[in-house]
């Protein structure tokens, strides 16, 4: 008789599923502790696995903090790369798209404390902003300077510098992440960040548009 179920063994499936667990835990603790606090043997005890079970997978906690980015943030960088450049509407339209997708899937999640962390031990792990700037920062900028030229090459934004207003756009949205952390760095309420962003992309537009 078949069994309606898989035909692994249980540890089997536990066993394969053991580095998802281990990256969840990893990103769980890494956000609430700060990557210096995080201590490798509490990640393996929220993900239910021994120390020892952790190293089979990863080397060091550099090592599976570059991990949790890559499995977490690199696939949402991906998408929307392939979203601009298949894009067959307005460029607005394609602007509103990209920074509410980015808000939906990143800036809206736990994930926005990886940029916290970044922002308030990158002057004692060097090497991690480093990693990060690399293969996340770089790619999101030239992502939006992608974007910024499409919008002038259809004549839909008139003529800017493409790489220094990706900056200038990139700031307040880093600023509302903090902003809807706990414990951010000014102590200010968190706001309402659909409002926020709705404010801010109509501002943008208004402000890119070739006749607006």
């Not at 002057?123 to 030239?142: D, I, K, W, Y």
């Not at 939006?144 to 934004?157: A, N, P, S, T, Y």
């Not at 700031?171 to 404010?199: F, K, T």
Request: proline letters at 5%; one cysteine or more; hydrophobic letters at 45%.
């Amino acid at each position: 008789m078949n069994c309606p179920f898989s035909s692994k063994p249980r540890w089997a499936r536990r066993k394969e599923a053991r580095p998802q667990e281990l990256l969840a835990a990893a990103l769980d603790l890494f956000v609430e502790r700060g990557f210096a606090a995080t201590r490798l043997g509490d990640v393996a005890a929220l993900a239910g696995v021994s120390k020892g079970t952790l190293y089979l997978y990863f080397e060091s906690k550099e090592d599976l903090f570059k991990a949790v980015v890559r499995e977490n943030i690199l696939p949402a960088l991906a998408e929307a790369e392939d979203i601009i450049d298949g894009y067959q509407g307005p460029s607005t339209d394609l602007f509103r798209e990209i920074l509410l997708g980015w808000w939906e899937h990143i800036g809206a999640t736990k994930l926005a404390g990886i940029t916290k962390l970044l922002m308030a031990e990158s002057g004692n792990f060097p090497e991690l902003a480093a990693f990060h700037r690399e293969e996340v920062s770089q790619r999101g900028e030239a992502m939006i300077v992608r974007m910024l030229q499409r919008g002038i090459e259809r004549g839909e934004f008139r003529a800017i510098d493409v790489r220094q207003t990706a900056n200038v756009l990139i700031a307040p949205v880093i600023m509302l992440m903090m902003w809807q952390q706990p414990l951010n760095p000014c102590h200010v309420e968190p706001v309402d960040a659909g409002s926020y962003l709705d404010s801010f992309i109509n501002l943008c537009l208004h402000g890119l548009l070739s006749k607006p």
